[in-house]
């Protein structure tokens, strides 16, 4: 059994907690045994004194230490009434070590001198004070030798730890086993569900069936089996969706081969000696053309596979001119100016290529938007730095334009492929790909507004030091 399992782990500290249990068994009853050894051994001087005080000869000297023998003592000293009177006695081997009085020790004494005597193998002499039973008189005093005690103490604090040690390794396994029972086995059970589940989450069999009886088990079980019905559920949409994808794909790319042959004969429609055959051969190609282009943003968006972005820093100026430059001609045909609003030498770090689609696809949309309504307009750029102050590092752009705003409905599905547009014969995906690019930058592209003044666009990129994973350009 591996330390680092549950299993292994409960085992550790159950015996821990069983060589504490033997600790606080042992130590008490040690005491307790010292101070009974003693207090018995007052009693016996005691009953051997009053052997001696019902006569009022003396014994024979035999008989006393016959007498001291039976108490295991060496003396006897009794106080009655105002007297302190040596009854029963014999000779010391050795000077008195020392004097321990039963009627004040607390209980952390005992068990301290208990120690004490265990600790030292050496034989003392020490004099023990009591209080005489069935009052018998005022104070009584016995001497004696620790060797025996000590002996008795070991004989006794064996058996003990022997007893003690038993019944706690007995209820320990049997703790262990019903811990086991009760709560490593449901525990592994789930975890074999997960495993099961992980190998083959489409079927269905493998979503486990909360049974366990221990209320938080059982709610962790519901939890799993909740998790493990959405994602099956989440993994047949997205193979659906997957084979629907495939079957578009494939439609798109014959309707796009069958709109291009279109495409070839309706360009002849043009030097046709009918005037209402050219005059409608222009608006026929506009529609097969914008049709082709929806087959192949289609085709392009199903292969589409976004590289990490290669993070370099360079001039942002720079970069929005060039946008600027490529959607110079058709603005200045839809009377639409552009506003550049940059701090000086603003550099930041992305990849420029991406940033560029995104910017480009923004200010196309905003163009686009303008020249619907027929009247001139603006296009402004703005761009700023973040610090950790504003509660995140890095830098905002922003992108605004004068048109006339995003219908209500647009907005919920503004960043969502195919749905994302308004514009006659637009697919959506432009938005879709350019939150897609700043979402592999560690950012966010949002609609700060739109009304009938305008809308405003803000991409915010974090600055390179929370883009530790990407890669950086060579």
Same mark, same amino acid.
């Given at each position: 059994?591996?330390?680092?399992?549950? !299993?292994?782990? #409960?085992?550790?500290?159950?015996?821990? &907690?069983?060589?504490?249990? *033997?600790?606080?068994?042992?130590?008490?009853?040690?005491?307790? &045994?010292? *101070?009974?050894?003693?207090?018995?051994?007052?009693?016996?001087?005691? %009953?051997? !004194?009053?052997?001696?005080?019902?006569?009022?000869?003396?014994?024979?000297?035999? =008989?006393?230490?016959?007498? =001291?023998?039976?108490? /295991?003592?060496?003396?006897?000293?009794?106080?009655?009434?105002?007297?302190?009177?040596?009854? $029963?006695?014999?000779? %010391?081997?050795?000077?008195?070590?020392?004097?321990?009085?039963?009627? *004040?020790?607390? #209980?952390?004494?005992?068990?301290?001198?208990?120690?004490?005597?265990?600790?030292?193998?050496?034989?003392?002499?020490?004099?023990?004070?009591?209080?005489?039973?069935?009052? /018998?008189?005022?104070?009584?005093?016995? @001497?004696?030798?620790?060797?025996?005690?000590?002996?008795?103490?070991?004989?006794?604090?064996? +058996?003990?730890?022997?007893?003690?040690?038993?019944?706690?390794?007995?209820?320990?396994?049997?703790? #262990?086993?019903?811990?086991?029972?009760?709560?490593?086995?449901?525990?592994?059970?789930?975890?074999?569900?997960?495993?099961?589940?992980?190998?083959?989450?489409?079927?269905?069999?493998? %979503?486990?069936?909360?049974?366990?009886?221990?209320?938080?088990?059982?709610?962790?079980? *519901?939890?799993?089996?909740?998790?493990?019905?959405?994602?099956?559920?989440?993994?047949?949409?997205?193979?659906?969706?997957?084979?629907?994808?495939?079957?578009?794909?494939? %439609?798109?790319?014959?309707?796009?081969?069958?709109?291009?042959?279109?495409?070839?004969?309706?360009?002849?429609?043009?030097?046709?000696?009918?005037?209402?055959?050219?005059?409608?051969?222009?608006?026929?190609?506009?529609?097969?053309?914008?049709?082709?282009?929806?087959?192949? @943003?289609? $085709?392009? &968006?199903?292969?589409?596979?976004?590289?990490?972005?290669?993070?370099?820093?360079?001039?942002?100026?720079?970069?929005?001119?060039?946008?600027?430059?490529?959607?110079?001609?058709?603005?200045?045909?839809?009377?639409?100016? #552009?506003?550049?609003?940059?701090?000086?030498?603003?550099?930041?770090?992305?990849?420029?290529?991406?940033?560029?689609?995104?910017?480009?696809? $923004?200010?196309?949309?905003?163009?686009?938007?303008?020249?619907?309504?027929?009247?001139?307009?603006?296009?402004?750029?703005?761009?700023?730095?973040?610090?950790?102050?504003?509660?995140?590092?890095?830098?905002?752009?922003?992108?605004?334009?004068?048109?006339? /705003?995003?219908?209500?409905?647009?907005?919920? +599905?503004?960043?969502?492929?195919?749905?994302?547009?308004?514009?006659?014969?637009? @697919?959506?995906?432009?938005?879709?790909?350019?939150?897609?690019?700043?979402?592999?930058? /560690?950012?966010?592209?949002?609609?700060?507004?739109?009304?009938? @003044?305008?809308?405003?666009?803000?991409?915010?990129?974090?600055?390179?030091?929370?883009?530790?994973?990407?890669?950086?350009?060579?």
């Amino acid at each position: 059994m591996k330390v680092n399992t549950l !299993s292994g782990r #409960f085992l550790v500290l159950t015996t821990v &907690f069983v060589v504490l249990a *033997e600790v606080l068994i042992l130590l008490p009853g040690l005491a307790n &045994f010292r *101070e009974d050894y003693l207090l018995t051994r007052l009693e016996r001087a005691q %009953i051997a !004194s009053l052997a001696l005080l019902t006569t009022d000869t003396m014994i024979e000297p035999d =008989l006393e230490q016959e007498l =001291l023998d039976n108490a /295991g003592v060496y003396n006897v000293v009794l106080r009655r009434d105002a007297a302190r009177q040596l009854v $029963l006695s014999s000779p %010391i081997p050795q000077p008195i070590a020392a004097t321990y009085d039963l009627r *004040e020790e607390p #209980f952390w004494k005992l068990m301290r001198d208990a120690l004490a005597v265990l600790a030292d193998p050496e034989d003392h002499v020490i004099r023990v004070i009591g209080d005489p039973v069935q009052k /018998g008189g005022l104070v009584i005093e016995v @001497t004696l030798a620790t060797a025996p005690m000590r002996l008795e103490m070991i004989e006794y604090g064996l +058996r003990l730890l022997t007893l003690s040690a038993v019944v706690s390794v007995l209820t320990a396994l049997l703790l #262990f086993f019903l811990v086991r029972r009760l709560m490593v086995v449901p525990i592994k059970r789930v975890v074999a569900h997960m495993a099961a589940y992980a190998d083959a989450p489409e079927d269905a069999r493998t %979503i486990i069936a909360p049974q366990a009886r221990i209320e938080e088990l059982r709610i962790a079980e *519901e939890a799993l089996a909740s998790m493990q019905l959405q994602l099956t559920a989440a993994l047949r949409q997205k193979e659906r969706l997957a084979q629907l994808g495939q079957a578009v794909a494939k %439609i798109s790319h014959d309707l796009r081969n069958i709109l291009t042959t279109a495409q070839l004969f309706a360009d002849r429609m043009e030097d046709s000696d009918d005037p209402a055959v050219r005059r409608a051969a222009p608006k026929l190609m506009g529609s097969i053309g914008r049709a082709v282009n929806l087959c192949e @943003t289609t $085709l392009a &968006f199903g292969r589409a596979e976004e590289p990490p972005p290669r993070l370099a820093p360079f001039d942002l100026a720079g970069l929005i001119a060039e946008v600027v430059e490529s959607e110079a001609i058709p603005a200045q045909a839809a009377q639409v100016d #552009f506003v550049i609003d940059l701090p000086p030498d603003l550099e930041i770090q992305a990849d420029r290529e991406q940033l560029y689609r995104v910017l480009s696809n $923004l200010a196309r949309n905003a163009r686009q938007a303008i020249e619907a309504t027929g009247k001139p307009g603006t296009i402004e750029f703005g761009a700023g730095e973040m610090s950790a102050a504003d509660g995140e590092a890095g830098w905002w752009i922003r992108v605004q334009d004068t048109g006339p /705003g995003l219908p209500a409905k647009l907005r919920e +599905r503004l960043f969502q492929p195919f749905s994302g547009t308004s514009k006659k014969g637009g @697919t959506g995906l432009g938005l879709a790909i350019s939150a897609e690019l700043v979402r592999g930058h /560690g950012g966010r592209l949002e609609v700060v507004r739109s009304d009938e @003044t305008g809308t405003e666009f803000r991409l915010i990129l974090p600055c390179a030091l929370a883009l530790e994973g990407a890669p950086a350009a060579h």
